[in-house]
């Protein structure tokens, strides 16, 4: 009896430890299941829109815009007639006028030209020039004329030249003045004529003393008077050394030299 019980007992467990093995089998299968398709759900797709490799940009081409066409002027084969305008009058709200329509009138014709209507022109008033002043710039005796067309013997270098101005003689020390009013144009030590005064008299005459001592009254830039002070007389000129104390005068106008004798007789 006991062997009986024991085989129908092992008979049962026998056919429920197959199902058991089963059923851990299919939820084992299910529990690795799940896992994967979760793990397939985290990991992160790829970026079909992303380029799948870097290239470098194209280079910027610039692209230069045409010039415009020069507009072109309308040109009509027939005149163009243009009527006059027409004028209409104001109508307030809440009123009625006749439409009235008003013609601009034609235009005066040209009135011929008269001269006794044309208005007179007054002449500008011309200001009043105060005439010229000239002084001798010096008195004594006339040693050496004004020559620039013939030569002249100069007795100092011993040759035939020309003679650009007059050379007045006098004691050294005598005063020498400006032959008009003026600016002082320049005060310099020149290698030939020693010392020497350019004034500007402001009208084309410019007025030049020469071999003069080397103390001088005057500065370039002064502005002068006709008879003002320039210096005393001298024998600086190397080249009429041989004439003692005298002053060389000469004077240009409008750039061209002109016989200071005649220029004092003005």
């Not at 008009?180 to 290698?191: F, K, N």
Request: hydrophobic content about 40%; aromatic content about 4%; overall charge negative.
């Amino acid at each position: 009896m006991d062997n009986r019980g024991k085989r129908q007992s092992a008979s049962i467990f026998g056919g429920m430890g197959f199902y058991i093995a089963l059923l851990v089998c299919v939820i084992a299968a299910g529990v690795v299941g799940y896992f994967a398709l979760l793990k397939n759900d985290v990991e992160p797709q790829p970026d079909s829109t992303a380029p799948s490799a870097v290239t470098d940009p194209a280079p910027s081409q610039s692209v230069a815009a045409p010039d415009p066409e020069p507009a072109k002027p309308v040109i009509h084969d027939t005149p163009i007639t243009v009527d006059r305008p027409t004028v209409r009058p104001i109508v307030e709200p809440g009123t009625s006028t006749p439409d009235q329509s008003v013609t601009a009138p034609d235009p005066a014709p040209d009135e011929p030209y008269n001269e006794d209507d044309a208005p007179v022109m007054e002449p500008a008033p011309i200001e009043a020039v105060e005439p010229m002043v000239i002084v001798s710039p010096l008195a004594g005796e006339t040693v050496a004329a004004f020559s620039v067309e013939e030569l002249a013997y100069d007795a100092t270098m011993g040759d035939w030249r020309t003679h650009d101005g007059i050379d007045i003689q006098a004691e050294a020390g005598t005063v020498v003045v400006s032959a008009s009013a003026g600016i002082v144009l320049s005060v310099e030590e020149d290698g030939r004529m020693g010392t020497t005064i350019q004034v500007d008299h402001r009208n084309g005459y410019v007025t030049t003393y020469a071999s003069l001592q080397p103390e001088v009254s005057v500065r370039a830039g002064d502005e002068i008077p006709a008879g003002a002070v320039l210096g005393a007389v001298g024998n600086t000129a190397l080249i009429e050394a041989g004439l003692g104390a005298h002053l060389h005068f000469s004077v240009s106008r409008d750039g061209e030299l002109m016989d200071p004798a005649a220029f004092l007789s003005e």
